[in-house]
């Protein structure tokens, strides 16, 4: 099965290596309605309902768009909120997600071994469990929600978890007998109907009947050492 997640993940790996030579991978952070309320300043980009320490809540996804990176950063993550595939979408869709953003924040939180932190705020000044809230008494602290510190990291964590560029046996395996050039549904109608103005819902009900493997979208290509010399000079663009 071809993905359309290897792009985008090789875009993710590219910019989390560009990005921590310098340090500077912006925070995402799931706040709580209480946390929106105590850090205004915080761009929202999306909500999502997850099961953080045993209860569900319902976050609210925000960026520091102030800092650099964080439109580069939030585009690409959306880009992968977008495409996620549907096997994955329905592992997370308790998380009724209102934004491609949120919807991948949900599979980083379902399947990445890289959790968030507890974010809190001390005297209105939010700061993170991991750096600062261990030094205060815990009544001091407010707990508004959650942070991932390297949402980029965390996002590879979870591709490679999701299995969602790994390839599929039919990848992978060596191709058995003759097969035609990629070509789009509407192009297999061209070809096998011999009519120039052809159109993808023409081959309808015969197009399930061909021996074939998708390689990219809307693109598969066909086997031809089973068909009749007639049916295989057409799918080869070749005058019968």
């Known amino acids: 099965m071809w993905s359309d997640f290897k792009p985008i993940a090789t875009e993710i790996r ?71 595939p549907n096997r994955i979408r329905t592992e997370v869709k308790t998380a009724s997600a209102t934004s491609a953003f949120a919807w991948w924040m949900a599979v980083v939180f379902r399947f990445s071994s890289i959790g968030p932190s507890q974010f809190g705020v001390i005297d209105c000044e939010p700061t993170e469990q991991s750096v ?43 191709l058995i007998g003759e097969w035609s050039g990629p070509m789009s549904k509407a192009e297999f109608a061209r070809r096998i109907l011999s009519k120039h103005n052809a159109r993808a819902r023409d081959v309808a009900a015969i197009f399930d009947g061909y021996e074939k493997r998708q390689v990219g979208p809307n693109t598969w290509t066909f086997r031809l050492d089973k068909l009749s010399d007639e049916t295989r000079s057409k799918l080869e663009g070749r005058k019968p």
Not at 19 to 44: M, N, V, W
Not at 152 to 157: D, F, H, M, N, V
Request: with cysteine; glycine share 6%; aromatic share 6%.
């Open 132 to 174: 600062d809230l261990a030094i205060y008494p815990k009544e001091a602290v407010e707990i508004v929600g959650w942070s991932w510190s390297d949402p980029l990291i965390a996002s590879l964590s979870a591709i490679e978890a999701a299995q969602l560029v790994t390839p599929q046996p039919d990848e992978t395996a060596p």
């Open 14 to 84: 590219d910019l989390a290596e560009k990005l921590a030579i310098s340090r500077a991978t912006p925070d995402i952070y799931g706040l709580t309605d209480e946390g929106l309320k105590k850090c205004p300043d915080l761009k929202r980009i999306g909500m999502a309902t997850l099961l953080m320490g045993g209860n569900w809540e319902r976050v609210s996804f925000t960026i520091d768009a102030a800092k650099p990176h964080s439109r580069e950063v939030y585009t690409l993550l959306s880009r992968a909120g977008a495409a996620i």
